[in-house]
């Protein structure tokens, strides 16, 4: 919103509603695909989740158990004013290896896959173009499946903010942290 359109609303005593937009991908074990987006520019929160199964309302041990067909995904809330749909995608490649199917690292199983869902046409579009274009930064065909309004379910409580709660866990040492780093060495390049 233009600064002086905000300061002219608030001298009436109106109370702006800041624009957010949503984004859902996945790119193996939601931990770290949390953890990758949290702190970013623009980024205003980040829930760790489930999309594109068959049930409503699964548990972790169904995800994990492959028969729900869900993807552990992240909801990624955005300021549109400082960030792009098109910004949080190119993080999203970069963060991951979109060319191996159901899996990342030692994570594997479709629960893991690289997924996007897009909340709508427009989105899809983008990711589509997203995709194509990123294409020619990996040797392999880029595998990642691009769905359009899949239902996002919140995962449990204690899978949120699960790198920043528990930075001494051995997964998030080993997996996350490294991972983390490296992404910071190339944005910084």
């Not at 990758?36 to 699964?58: D, H, R, T």
């Not at 991951?96 to 594997?108: I, W």
Request: aromatic share 8%.
């Amino acid at each position: 919103m233009k600064k002086w359109i905000l300061t002219l609303l608030l001298a009436l005593g109106a109370h702006p509603i800041m624009a957010e937009e949503n984004a859902v991908v996945g790119g193996g074990c939601f931990w770290c695909v949390e953890a990758v987006f949290q702190g970013q520019p623009g980024i205003l929160s980040v829930v760790s989740g489930y999309a594109a199964g068959k049930n409503p309302n699964p548990t972790y041990e169904e995800v994990c158990s492959g028969r729900s067909g869900h993807a552990e995904v992240v909801k990624i809330s955005f300021d549109p004013e400082k960030t792009t749909y098109e910004n949080v995608l190119k993080l999203f490649w970069d963060a991951h290896d979109p060319t191996t199917l159901n899996r990342q690292g030692a994570d594997s199983g479709t629960q893991y896959r690289s997924i996007i869902v897009a909340q709508n046409e427009t989105q899809r579009a983008a990711a589509e173009k997203s995709k194509a274009d990123a294409q020619p930064h990996f040797k392999s065909p880029i595998v990642t499946e691009i769905v359009t309004g899949a239902e996002f379910f919140p995962a449990e409580a204690y899978h949120q903010d699960y790198s920043a709660r528990n930075p001494n866990n051995p997964y998030v040492q080993a997996v996350i942290a490294p991972k983390l780093e490296k992404l910071k060495k190339a944005s910084s390049n």
